[in-house]
């Protein structure tokens, strides 16, 4: 029997809205960084919108030390550098006490890791329209769209 085609699917960065600001979690900036082979073409759309001005892109601190560990872990200096130029392009969300609170919250009611409540309550805390993961710890999660 044959099958149907299926409609393609809308990436899920055309569903955010024009200007709206999202929240964007370590492993798709590493993916994109590293230029990764299967998973950075999956999030080169959400890049290119924010290049393009049409979204904004926003990171927590966490996801700077997440980022960094990996070429400072091997001693590759320089390349720290780069990704930390990289990263100090896009709005860094420092932790505060309520983002510390909002996480104790979130690890509480989701059992999720302490960064990633850390990551997830600093989207709340700048009410991002969505926060972006390759983490699929996050699926449960309710109050934000989870990209």
Do not use: C
Request: net charge neutral.
């Amino acid at each position: 029997m044959a099958r149907k085609p299926q409609a393609a699917r809308m990436p899920p960065w055309d569903e955010i809205p024009a200007g709206a600001k999202v929240v964007v979690d370590t492993a798709p900036i590493i993916y994109l960084l590293e230029d990764h082979p299967t998973f950075a073409p999956r999030y080169e759309g959400l890049f290119q919108a924010e290049a393009a001005g049409r979204i904004q892109i926003a990171i927590s601190a966490i996801t700077i030390a997440e980022v960094l560990t990996g070429p400072m872990r091997h001693g590759e200096d320089a390349i720290a550098r780069r990704y930390e130029k990289a990263l100090n392009g896009y709005e860094v969300i420092a932790t505060t006490a309520e983002i510390a609170a909002t996480a104790a919250r979130l690890r509480v009611r989701y059992a999720l890791k302490l960064p990633d409540a850390i990551q997830l309550a600093s989207a709340l805390e700048i009410s991002a329209s969505a926060f972006v993961t390759h983490d699929r710890d996050f699926a449960r999660v309710q109050g934000i769209k989870i990209l």
